[in-house]
């Protein structure tokens, strides 16, 4: 019988979640399977409790706290299985749910499929409003094609979504849109599986309705920008529903300029509340014809109501339009909490306090250090636990590419060795892709400790620097750690040239904010770069600060700096001083 992994996100989920797992384990039982719950934050005991059952077959890992999608990808990793079957927190799956959605999953041309949301028998009346919605927009699904599968109640085969490149972290809501397109771009067929039940207990106030669906209405927008041909919907979210949002704006736009319109004494007033009241009218009508369909699919009085509750539901959309609009505006950018809020308070620890939006990297450069990672990857997870990690193994002929995998963390793997400055610029060129806002070096030979970091994140996050590094030399302990003779003649020139103290010119332990990840992604220079780094930083008005750290020994292995590679990095270092002044800046590229 094919194995199957379950991931199961945890924040917060109350006594349901040990329901939604007890269920999994029923329904997997006759095979071979795992349930992991990713722990984003939980402070309510609901993984304690499940923690507390013993249960063999599942197992708790900590999750990096930086929303739904993340955790999702943190599951995803960490499972063992070909099919990973995704189920939230409140969701319960019903018998027969798994056979209905692997028996898709027979067709090596689907990628994922997705089950059928019940609307429990005890739902309250907002709970059953979104889900007699959802089951009118289940009834246009013609067969069981689809083209947008939701996350929380499907299944999805592994090596579709590695291949895709994981799920979207930077997205809130939405990231299961974004997954589909990308999994249809690749070549995957998605399905419907209307045999696979599963009751999905929503949000049943209207405060939590509201919230819910402008969430829904912010993280469509940050799709439809990745994704411009959606703009017309899926199969799931037609046009006409793509149409609500801008028309109740428009609406509400109308109504404010009659209001003012009236007080000024404008005879348009009438006319602009009169056209907002038209648009008003015709989205009542369309929603008045899904109600009696609605009504008649499922006999539930609660649909008769969408002509009122859905109105609520388009103000959502509409305000999201202007929040989302105006963070753009500001150049805030996207971040998962902007449509999808976390509710459980960070753990207190030692980790340094940043703004809770910052995304965080940690960019490991690796050569033949298959002996250091685990024992790094370790100390970055004790000490950052909300950072993510991006090794990038520099065409490594040890046993790198084969540990890599198991070490929880994204990697690259580079076609042929570009040395640690071509490591970085493929890894600063990820971070500034991936939407990250401080990005953290550290090598891979575990001569620097994670909590080093901490202290220069702190420094960045107070505001009183663009970049930090870990200086060896700035304050070392009587006899250890003396620069060599041409570290001395590199800090002087350099010093002399920035106009500041430079103690340690080759310092492999760095922290960039903000202004320093937007230049570096474009320009971080190759080859051996830390001094050219100082140079670049400093011609574009950036501050770098120093802090004093302790390095250590290696780990295991040997440097791949040899005296001989030494001397090249030095020569070319001296180059660079007489070079990268004379460069013209390249439009747009200053770290503003």
């Not at 999994?24 to 402070?43: F, T």
């Not at 949301?117 to 927009?137: C, K, Q, S, T």
């Not at 008045?288 to 008649?296: E, T």
């Not at 539901?313 to 929040?323: L, N, P, S």
Request: with cysteine.
């Amino acid at each position: 019988m094919t194995p199957v992994s379950f991931v199961v996100p945890a924040l917060d989920g109350g006594p349901r979640l040990r329901r939604t797992v007890a269920a999994l384990r029923r329904e997997a039982a006759a095979r071979p399977h795992e349930i992991i719950i990713v722990d984003d934050g939980s402070v309510d005991g609901s993984v304690q409790a499940v923690r507390q059952r013993h249960w063999p077959d599942v197992r708790v890992i900590a999750g990096p706290r930086r929303g739904a999608a993340a955790a999702l990808n943190a599951g995803f990793r960490d499972a063992r299985f070909p099919i990973v079957c995704q189920v939230d927190q409140d969701v319960t799956v019903r018998p027969g749910w798994l056979d209905a959605l692997l028996r898709a999953l027979d067709d090596p041309a689907v990628g994922a499929v997705q089950g059928r949301y019940v609307v429990p028998a005890r739902a309250r009346f907002w709970a059953r409003v979104m889900g007699r919605d959802i089951d009118l927009r289940y009834e246009r699904l013609a067969g069981r094609a689809t083209d947008h599968v939701c996350t929380g109640n499907a299944a999805y085969r592994a090596t579709a979504v590695h291949q895709t490149g994981l799920f979207d972290e930077t997205l809130g809501y939405g990231y299961d849109n974004d997954m589909s397109y990308r999994l249809a771009r690749a070549g995957y067929a998605l399905a419907f599986a209307p045999d696979a039940r599963a009751d999905h207990y929503w949000r049943d106030s209207m405060r939590g309705y509201f919230a819910q669906q402008f969430g829904v209405g912010y993280g469509r927008l940050d799709v439809v920008r990745r994704h411009p041909r959606r703009l017309r919907g899926d199969a799931v979210s037609g046009p006409f529903m793509m149409l609500h949002a801008p028309l109740m704006l428009a609406a509400l736009l109308l109504a404010l300029a009659a209001a003012i319109a009236a007080a000024l004494a404008g005879e348009a007033a009438r006319l602009l509340l009169a056209a907002s009241a038209s648009i008003i009218a015709v989205l009542s009508l369309e929603r008045s014809i899904a109600a009696i369909r609605a009504w008649r699919l499922t006999s539930d009085s609660a649909a008769l109501t969408f002509p009122a509750t859905h109105l609520v539901r388009d103000i959502a959309w509409a305000w999201a339009i202007v929040v989302w609009m105006f963070r753009h505006i500001a150049g805030r950018g996207s971040h998962p909490t902007h449509s999808m809020r976390r509710t459980a308070a960070r753990v207190a620890g030692s980790e340094p306090r940043t703004d809770a939006t910052e995304r965080i990297l940690v960019l490991i450069p690796a050569f033949n250090e298959a002996e250091n990672l685990p024992l790094v990857i370790d100390d970055v997870r004790r000490d950052l636990p909300r950072a993510s990690v991006l090794i990038i193994n520099d065409a490594s002929t040890d046993a790198t590419a084969e540990l890599l995998p198991r070490l929880g963390a994204n990697w690259l793997t580079l076609p042929q060795r570009l040395g640690i400055g071509g490591a970085l610029r493929a890894g600063m060129r990820y971070a500034r892709r991936h939407g990250y806002d401080v990005v953290a070096r550290m090598d891979g030979d575990g001569q620097h400790r994670a909590r080093d970091l901490a202290r220069l994140l702190r420094t960045i996050a107070r505001g009183r620097a663009d970049a930090a590094l870990g200086s060896r030399y700035l304050a070392p302990p009587r006899g250890r750690h003396k620069p060599r003779v041409s570290q001395r003649a590199l800090a002087v020139c350099l010093s002399a040239m920035t106009g500041r103290r430079v103690t340690d010119p080759t310092s492999g332990l760095w922290v960039f904010g903000r202004r320093a990840v937007r230049l570096l992604g474009s320009q971080h220079p190759d080859g051996y770069p830390e001094p050219e780094l100082r140079l670049l930083l400093s011609r574009h008005g950036l501050v770098v600060r120093e802090r004093p750290v302790v390095a250590r020994e290696r780990l295991a292995g040997r440097t791949s700096l040899t005296p001989a590679r030494a001397a090249v990095a030095f020569a070319r270092t001296v180059l660079a001083l007489m070079v990268v002044p004379l460069r013209r800046t390249p439009e747009g590229a200053s770290g503003e």
